[in-house]
């Protein structure tokens, strides 16, 4: 929804003093400033860790609990430049009024699960590089969907990641689980060229993600349940799984999303809404402005996505949901639609709108399919009413189709699965044609 269609009257006030904030529900980020966190510097270096040291995680511990939350008026974690590797994971509990500045790299070399960094119940917290070089490299190579995830942000409220580099995580690379008033910005995530590499995963309310790059071949930035108030925009998805909202299951409540954007080099789809069986809501969301080229599926509404199990119910509600100003192109037209739309026949979509979106294949063949779904543009059908057995619409090439602006640094494939990734400089863009929307550290 734009921002002079909102319903909300604050949401309004905020509008017009920026667009930015279109799907925002008030301000994120940590809520004093980083200089009110530097009067106590708790350096890891003074707690036992030191450069090249074969286990930093007991340091970054120890200078959590004896130095970040014992400061009466704010503290920064600190790790120096340097190398570091570590193999015990930390859980960051309860801190208030602190930073984490990473401006040394941290590579993984144990094998053990869970999550390198946990940040768990924090608040007014800002985790960040203060070069734009802090970053974790996790060698997923040495043990592919079988070690650790990288960092992991639980129940926290008014906080910012930024500027940090996240490189070949065995799993995961970021997790934002639950909280509120969440920002994450200017952050490159280089995952392998396989599943279990998502980027991000957001769930929670009143997050902003901006300027990210994801290379992996699973989740780019994509949102989970149960969520409200997200807006995602300026992200750079170069030769990765893709973006999408899912996968969905039993009473998922997703509500005001707005994605805009979205440039999508290579990879699984341009957008995708994915669910199989499953019950509850997703309404209110907006895909704007998205640029692909290459990817194997379009624009994805599925609800019988055969990698999910299906789950209990007769599907999940889809309604109010508009694609609007999308150009790009699939690889092949004769084996996926650039757009399908195959809803729940236990819950056909509602209200449905796909405006000036202009999709096209490679291979200069296409067909539209929709099933179950209802609204304006596509194939779908107006109005609304039961289930219906799936429709195909062959297509030309849409008058308005032009082909996709490139960005410098595409790849044309993935990184490999099997030898080390390296450790990228984040760029100077995100979207083509756009600056970041805060300026990136170190420059
Ligand atoms: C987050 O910050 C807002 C002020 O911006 C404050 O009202 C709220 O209580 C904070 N959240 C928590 C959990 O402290
Ligand atoms: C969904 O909600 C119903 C009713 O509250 C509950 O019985 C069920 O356990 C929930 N399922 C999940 C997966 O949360
Ligand atoms: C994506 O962008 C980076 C720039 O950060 C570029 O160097 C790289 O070649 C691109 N591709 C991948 C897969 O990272």
Known sequence: MACGFSRLTALLALCSISGSLAQLSGSVGPTSSLSSKQGTICNVLNYGGS??????????????????????????????????????????NHGTKWAFQLDGVITRTSTTGGNMIVIQNANDFEFFSSTGKGAIQGNGYQCRNAGPRLIRVVTSNNWSLHDIIMVDSPEFHLVIQDGSNGEVYNTVIRGGNLGGSDGIDVWGTNYWIHDIEVTNRDE????????????????????????????????????????????????????????????GTVQNVNLENFIARNTAYGLDIDQYWSSQST???????????????????????????????????????????????????????ATNKCRSAYGTG????????????????????PPAFTTPATMSGDLSDGFPTNSPIPIPTIPPSFFPGTQPLKALAGK
């Open 51 to 92: 450069v090249g040291s074969s286990d930093i995680g007991p340091a970054i511990g120890k200078a959590f609990s004896d130095c970040v939350t014992k400061a009466t008026n704010g503290a920064t974690l600190y790790v120096p430049p340097g190398n570091y590797n570590m193999q015990t994971w930390q859980t960051l």
């Open 220 to 279: 780019c930035v994509t949102v989970k349940s149960p969520a409200n108030h997200i807006q995602v925009e300026q992200i750079w998805c170069n030769q990765s799984g893709g973006s999408a909202i899912g996968s969905l299951g039993a009473n998922t409540t997703i509500q005001n999303v707005l994605y805009r954007n979205v440039y999508t080099n290579g990879g699984n789809q341009i957008f995708m809404i994915k669910s199989n069986g499953g019950s």
């Open 311 to 365: 789950a209990p119910g007769n599907g999940v509600q889809l309604k109010d949901i508009t694609f609007s100003n999308w150009d790009g192109f699939i690889t092949d037209g004769a084996r996926r639609a650039p757009i399908q739309v195959l809803c729940a026949d236990g819950a056909p979509c509602t209200d449905i709108n796909i405006n000036n979106v202009n999709l096209w294949a490679a291979n200069n063949q």
């Open 378 to 397: 596509a194939c779908l059908k107006s109005g609304s009413g039961g289930s219906y057995s799936q429709v195909t619409k062959t297509i030309s090439k």
